[in-house]
């Protein structure tokens, strides 16, 4: 590493954080007094080709204009981005680059979709068409009748598939899926009482087989099987890992162990064979439709300029709120139920990846870093948590996502309701509205964000993650930090082991909860 460049580059970002700390916060409505154009000009789309063939394309909306970016604050962000070195690791990022240096790693997620090297490229369509193989041949009944699957993974390995079964099979799956996660077996057990042992087939997802959760839960899951005299338990096993040797070894048959690649990350895997359970439930078109809306966004990110940047200007956001005005929180609320996990799915990628305290370099950070991410659905959350939102004493960035297209076939007045509350909300937290009785009063002056879709189907939901991963990339570069490496979540496991070994040494409060719990 040059030492002089980084000393320089460090500098260059110091003092383009200077001039955006400097800034004053402009009130929303000062934003729109003095340019009314101000939702055009903050309004990106990005789009796809539509599956369905009924518009030459589909897409999304995301509206920045209630936020309080304005015209000095973009080119301050643009400034930042530029000392920060955001296009070479951008570039880095799509190219294999080593992105990831406390491990060594380049992040090739977007390889999965096809946005990576062309060697990249071409192994993940290689790894993508040895599932799909799988997953078809299943259908067509290789391994006997298959009706259930039970998902088992964890975090990573879990957040997005769930996600995306919940989201994409609300009309039905070709294989009902139940994901696992939890090592409390009433996890294990709620599955166990939906599935019939039979026609259950095990999908153990866990990128490097070593997972206490994941192992201690697909023993069991192998067990229910034995026990429940199914013919041959072993060959109902598929093993979704980077790691195939330890899959192999822990007696999984190679032809039923799907591979996916080392650089890519558990929380970026979704598109790996960590998606299988996913094209289980969907079908491999609904997979492959899944990877076209996030390749779309890919390119979008990969090659517009900072100011037509969605996922870049979604990080301007982030920081805004975080770094320069002491936002803790940040909140996404989904108006569509098919979309009830994405605060789950976001929080993982969000805080496991950006919640760092030090920078690449290993120096502690200046300021703040990843914002916790909650949320929740639209309406069901305007009946609990929103009076804070109106009139708390948090200033809360908030997304709303919500589409166009009804998910139901019912009047269409739920759609609309919907629709019309998501956006309601929007220009509530902005408005506000003066009262005499202090009670009666909101502030308003309450930033928001507004993702429309044109669609919620597998296209749009591949997009919106592929969004996510580029804005949390973006927001770590800005920020100087590595997005892809998690060690916080170690000390935690190891504790663990220590306890259940009942060696080393433990604090007076930890020892006499072990007691207490039957654990001394
Ligand atoms: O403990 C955190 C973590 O390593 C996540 O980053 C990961 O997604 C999850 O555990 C599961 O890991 P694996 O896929 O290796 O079982």
Same mark, same amino acid.
């Given at each position: 590493m040059n030492t002089a460049n980084t000393a320089q580059d460090a500098t260059a970002r110091a003092a383009a954080w200077a001039t955006l700390r400097a800034m004053a916060r402009p009130s929303l409505a000062d934003l729109f007094a003095a340019d009314a154009g101000r939702p055009a000009q903050l309004t990106r789309r990005i789009a796809w080709p539509d599956a369905s063939g009924s518009l030459p394309e589909a897409g999304m909306l995301i509206d920045f204009s209630k936020t309080h970016l304005s015209d000095d604050a973009l080119a301050a962000f643009e400034a930042l981005a530029d000392a920060a070195g955001f296009a070479a690791a951008r570039e880095a990022l799509f190219s294999g680059g080593i992105v990831n240096p406390t491990e060594g790693r380049a992040a090739t997620h977007g390889a999965l979709r096809g946005s990576g090297t062309p060697a990249q490229v071409e192994e993940a369509e290689a790894l993508l068409a040895r599932m799909g193989m799988l997953v078809e041949a299943i259908h067509e009944g290789a391994l006997g009748e298959i009706r259930h699957c039970i998902a088992i993974g964890i975090g990573g390995s879990a957040l997005g598939p769930a996600l995306a079964i919940d989201a994409l099979t609300r009309e039905g799956a070709l294989v009902d899926v139940h994901v696992v996660s939890n090592i409390d077996g009433l996890a294990l057990e709620a599955a166990f009482r939906a599935c019939d042992p039979q026609t259950t087939l095990i999908a153990v997802a866990s990128k490097t087989f070593?997972?206490?959760?994941?192992?201690?839960?697909?023993?069991?899951?192998?067990?229910?099987?034995?026990?429940?005299?199914?013919?041959?338990?072993?060959?109902?096993?598929?093993?979704?890992?980077?790691?195939?040797?330890?899959?192999?070894?822990?007696?999984?048959?190679?032809?039923?162990?799907?591979?996916?690649?080392?650089?890519?990350?558990?929380?970026?895997?979704?598109?790996?064979?960590?998606?299988?359970?996913?094209?289980?439930?969907?079908?491999?078109?609904?997979?492959?439709?899944?990877?076209?809306?996030?390749?779309?966004?890919?390119?979008?990110?990969?090659?517009?300029?900072?100011?037509?940047?969605?996922?870049?200007?979604?990080?301007?956001?982030?920081?805004?709120?975080?770094?320069?005005?002491?936002?803790?929180?940040?909140?996404?609320?989904?108006?569509?139920?098919?979309?009830? +996990? #994405?605060?789950?799915? /976001?929080? @993982?990628?969000?805080?496991?990846?950006? $919640? %760092?305290?030090?920078?690449?370099?290993?120096?502690?950070?200046?300021?703040?870093?990843?914002?916790?991410?909650?949320?929740?659905?639209?309406?069901?959350?305007?009946?609990?948590?929103?009076?804070?939102?109106?009139?708390?004493?948090?200033?809360?960035?908030?997304?709303?996502?919500?589409?166009?297209?009804?998910?139901?076939?019912?009047?269409?007045?739920?759609?609309?309701? +919907? #629709?019309?509350?998501? /956006?309601? @909300?929007?220009?509530?937290?902005?408005? $506000? %509205?003066?009262?005499?009785?202090?009670?009666?009063?909101?502030?308003?002056?309450?930033?928001?964000?507004?993702?429309?879709?044109?669609?919620?189907?597998?296209?749009?939901?591949?997009?919106?993650?592929?969004?996510?991963?580029?804005?949390?990339?973006?927001?770590?570069?800005?920020?100087?930090?590595?997005?892809?490496?998690?060690?916080?979540?170690?000390?935690?496991?190891?504790?663990?082991?220590?306890?259940?070994?009942?060696?080393?040494?433990?604090?007076?409060?930890?020892?006499?909860?072990?007691?207490?719990?039957?654990?001394?």
């Open positions: 070593t997972t206490t959760e994941t192992m201690t839960n697909a023993a069991s899951a192998l067990a229910w099987l034995e026990d429940s005299g199914v013919e041959d338990p072993g060959g109902r096993v598929v093993a979704l890992t980077a790691a195939p040797e330890k899959a192999v070894e822990w007696g999984v048959d190679e032809t039923r162990v799907l591979p996916f690649i080392d650089s890519v990350g558990g929380r970026y895997s979704l598109f790996s064979s960590i998606g299988f359970p996913v094209a289980l439930a969907t079908g491999m078109e609904a997979f492959r439709a899944m990877l076209a809306g996030a390749k779309a966004v890919d390119d979008h990110f990969r090659h517009e300029n900072a100011r037509a940047n969605a996922p870049l200007l979604a990080a301007f956001c982030d920081q805004y709120y975080t770094r320069l005005h002491g936002c803790q929180t940040r909140a996404v609320f989904a108006y569509d139920e098919r979309l009830a +996990l #994405l605060p789950d799915y /976001l929080q @993982q990628l969000e805080m496991e990846s950006n $919640g %760092k305290s030090v920078t690449v370099d290993g120096a502690p950070v200046d300021g703040p870093t990843a914002a916790v991410t909650w949320g929740g659905v639209g309406t069901d959350a305007q009946h609990a948590v929103f009076q804070l939102l109106h009139q708390g004493t948090h200033l809360i960035p908030v997304d709303f996502i919500v589409a166009i297209e009804p998910g139901d076939t019912l009047d269409p007045a739920h759609h609309r309701i +919907l #629709l019309m509350n998501c /956006l309601a @909300q929007g220009a509530a937290l902005m408005a $506000g %509205k003066p009262s005499d009785d202090p009670a009666r009063a909101y502030p308003g002056d309450r930033p928001s964000t507004t993702f429309l879709l044109d669609d919620c189907d597998a296209a749009a939901l591949g997009a919106l993650i592929a969004f996510h991963e580029h804005r949390t990339f973006a927001n770590a570069v800005l920020m100087g930090i590595n997005p892809f490496d998690q060690f916080g979540v170690e000390l935690g496991k190891a504790i663990a082991k220590q306890i259940e070994s009942g060696e080393g040494e433990f604090d007076p409060s930890t020892t006499a909860l072990m007691a207490a719990a039957g654990l001394g």
